[in-house]
T-cell receptor
Framework: GEDVEQSLFLSVREGDSSVINCTYTDSSSTYLYWYKQEPGAGLQLLTYIFSNMDMKQDQRLTVLLNKKDKHLSLRIADTQTGDSAIYFCAESLSSNDYKLSFGAGTTVTVRA | KAGVTQTPRYLIKTRGQQVTLSCSPISGHRSVSWYQQTPGQGLQFLFEYFSETQRNKGNFPGRFSGRQFSNSRSEMNVSTLELGDSALYLC????????????FGPGTRLTVL
């Protein structure tokens, strides 16, 4: 995950919005993903965005992509205690290379 | 539709032994990738199989190998286990073609003593 960077921790109050940020360095990235991992579990695909898009919204989740700055963010509206988890940003480099390069993950803690 | 299944879920081995992990992708998915997750190195790509052929390989020693069967199920093998091989091994399933949605299984937790 050396090409994908994320902040390590985020604490948010229940009901507030969470914003998790990610930067990537490879301008040839074609797909960018957000995964969620709860303790003892595998990775749950939350959403992904194609590199020619600026924004994607899916219920409480909004993904913003700034390709010029190579910056990706995930906004979770109305954060709930069940949103406490580690969130991973990942990229795949080309339309024929499906290898995912992951960031180190952001641990989100939702407090009451 | 059933998700990605991995067996076994937990495994304890000793140094020098070998281990085989299994992954059954989502029905209809033809691509299986394997990842290693450790606290120190994070998530690292091992290899990808598509239609029984290895299409991509990560930077791991030759002790790590895999294969895929005609029903798309995949196995990965680690020989001559080392303490540093202790990790969560995750399998990801993808439909194939240009579809880039990748779905992960629950993982196999391998502990090497």
């Amino acid at each position: 995950g050396e090409d994908v960077e994320q902040s390590l921790f985020l604490s948010v109050r229940e009901g507030d919005s969470s914003v998790i940020n990610c930067t990537y360095t490879d301008s040839s990235s074609t797909y960018l993903y957000w995964y969620k991992q709860e303790p003892g579990a595998g990775l749950q695909l939350l959403t992904y965005i194609f590199s020619n898009m600026d924004m994607k919204q899916d219920q409480r989740l909004t993904v913003l992509l700034n390709k010029k700055d190579k910056h990706l963010s995930l906004r979770i509206a109305d954060t709930q205690t069940g949103d406490s988890a580690i969130y991973f940003c990942a990229e795949s480099l080309s339309s024929n290379d499906y290898k995912l390069s992951f960031g180190a993950g952001t641990t989100v803690t939702v407090r009451a | 539709k059933a998700g990605v299944t991995q067996t076994p879920r937990y495994l304890i081995k000793t140094r020098g032994q070998q281990v085989t992990l299994s992954c059954s992708p989502i029905s209809g998915h033809r691509s299986v990738s394997w990842y290693q997750q450790t606290p120190g190195q994070g998530l690292q790509f091992l290899f990808e199989y598509f239609s029984e052929t290895q299409r991509n390989k990560g930077n791991f020693p030759g002790r790590f190998s895999g294969r895929q069967f005609s029903n798309s199920r995949s196995e990965m093998n680690v020989s001559t286990l080392e303490l540093g091989d202790s990790a969560l091994y995750l399998c990801a399933s993808r439909p194939g073609g240009q579809n880039n949605e990748q779905f992960f299984g629950p993982g196999t937790r391998l502990t090497v003593l």
